[in-house]
């Protein structure tokens, strides 16, 4: 079902001043940083194969016939991400290294930043990185420059937000109107490029805005805050999920009502949980909270209690890596 976007406008004022910065992927190198979680779990050198690509260095798409290949999976999906790494790397051995370098860094994207990517691609040279077509573009010499300058993480926060959010929302009618509302764009290079770079050159800040405020400076989120307000809001509004940049704790939205079954019989609780990936699950024996007598192998969602001769309580315990544990109310199965 579609979002209902409320714009609430903030301002109606146009500046004439020029936007306060010429671009944003410079403005602070703390926004995401290598210590940072990712997603990524592992990749899988998968063979060679032949795939179109593009390449600045000839600033075309070209066919390469024997690129490695990888598949890089992450925590919070199913869905794989092919690596296309270009042959000119030499070995497998050193196809694979760099397929898992920029996998853990795309890994540190926010998911709805690689909801779209099926495919990165790693060249040698030192051209800018791309994003769009449903891929992320690496030269791995200007890869070089931006981690000297501290600001790779940055730069694939702007060139993913190509790939998963221009098509969806760089003409939304509500974008639109939160560009009109707003007094000016955050940078020179969104305004000169308002249907191509508007979302990218924000996206990077409204994530710092709203979830990274004690890594800048209060100057930036002030000027953040004062030129584009109304875009933060439709930003805000999408409720993009955004891990693991942000994470959550456990939490139980439901666990299965009290139930009274025959003699003999088993019946099956079930549990509704939240939270960042990966949840566990251990189910008990017992009030809420007495972890005494854990049930071996209840480690799912759902539990069927053994047959029972007579009544008994079971509670489970949610838990993931990003804050305390969830523990259930105890469920009461009566035996008749």
Not at 29 to 46: E, G, K, M, Q
Request: net charge negative; charged share 15%; glycine share 6%.
């Amino acid at each position: 079902m579609a979002a209902v976007i409320v714009l609430v406008v903030l301002t109606q004022l146009v500046g004439d001043a020029a936007p306060p910065y010429a671009g944003t992927i410079f403005l602070d190198r703390n926004i995401l940083t290598a210590s940072d979680p990712t997603a990524f779990v592992s990749a899988a050198y998968t063979g060679t194969g032949r795939r179109q690509v593009f390449d600045r260095r000839v600033n075309a798409w070209v066919t390469i016939g024997n690129a490695f290949l990888v598949n890089a999976a992450f925590v919070d999906t199913d869905r794989l991400i092919e690596v296309i790494v270009n042959p000119e790397f030499g070995t497998q051995e050193a196809a694979l290294a760099e397929a898992q370098k920029y996998a853990r860094l795309v890994g540190q994207l926010p998911a709805v930043l690689r909801a779209k990517v099926q495919s990165i691609t790693i060249h040698q040279g030192t051209q800018p990185f791309g994003g769009g077509n449903n891929n992320i573009l690496i030269h791995t010499g200007q890869s070089a420059q931006y981690e000297a300058q501290g600001i790779i993480e940055e730069t694939l926060v702007h060139e993913a937000a190509h790939t998963s959010l221009d098509g969806d929302h760089a003409n939304a009618a509500g974008w639109v109107a939160a560009q009109r509302a707003d007094p000016d764009f955050i940078s020179t290079y969104a305004r000169d490029n308002p249907t191509r770079e508007d979302v990218a050159e924000t996206f990077l800040l409204q994530l710092a805005f709203r979830h990274r405020r004690d890594r800048i400076t209060a100057a930036l989120s002030s000027t953040i805050e004062r030129t584009v307000p109304n875009r933060i809001v439709y930003l805000d509004q999408q409720n993009f999920d955004l891990f693991p940049f942000v994470t959550l704790p456990a939490s139980i939205a439901a666990v299965s009502e009290n139930a009274d079954i025959d003699a003999g019989s088993t019946t099956t609780l079930q549990v509704v949980a939240g939270g960042s990936v990966p949840l566990s699950y251990q189910w008990y024996l017992g009030a809420s909270g007495d972890t005494a007598s854990p049930i071996d192998g209840a480690t799912g969602s759902s539990f069927t209690t053994p047959q029972l001769s007579s009544s008994a309580q079971f509670w489970v315990k949610v838990s993931n890596p990003y804050g305390p544990a969830a523990h259930s109310r105890a469920i009461s199965v009566r035996v008749r």
